[in-house]
């Protein structure tokens, strides 16, 4: 991703050409890299939390605030963006959808795949969290 920002860069300014597959190609991988690292950012504890009245809490607090926020919240919400997201999905595998620019890059279809996959991979992270919480954030 960042050879192809810097390739677009270089022939940008320094060649005053444009390469519409390699801005799409940079644009997709962003794309995939940011929607495939939720998972992984949930199992590593990197998400952003509010902690405004944890500090007063017991310890034990944590713990049973997180499996009730991944059950009562995460798991509706993924599942949610995974199923509602299907059709759109289905559409865009059956037009073999592309790019929006003319001579662009192909395979958007395979971009927008990874966002219900990310949702059930999110899912499952959740899961594994709840069975074995001990084991989160290292």
């Known amino acids: ?27 997709y991988a962003f794309a995939v890299l940011l929607i495939m690292s939720l998972p992984y950012c949930l199992r590593r504890s990197g998400h952003v939390r509010v902690e405004v009245l944890s500090e007063r809490l017991p310890a034990g607090y944590l713990p049973i605030a ?11 919400v993924f599942g949610l963006l995974a ?18 620019e003319t001579g662009g890059l192909g395979g958007v279809f395979l971009v ?6 990310s949702g059930v991979f999110m899912i499952l992270q959740g899961i594994a969290l709840l069975l074995d919480p001990e084991d989160a954030g290292t």
């Open 83 to 100: 199923w509602a997201w299907m059709p759109d999905l289905l559409y865009s595998w059956s037009i073999r959808e592309g790019s929006v």
């Open 66 to 76: 997180d499996s009730v926020a991944l059950l009562l919240f995460m798991v509706p």
């Open 1 to 27: 991703m960042t050879g192809a920002v810097l390739g677009i860069v270089i022939l940008r300014f320094g060649f005053d050409t444009g390469f519409i597959q390699l801005q799409n190609l940079a644009a």
């Open 112 to 117: 927008k795949t990874t966002i219900p996959l």
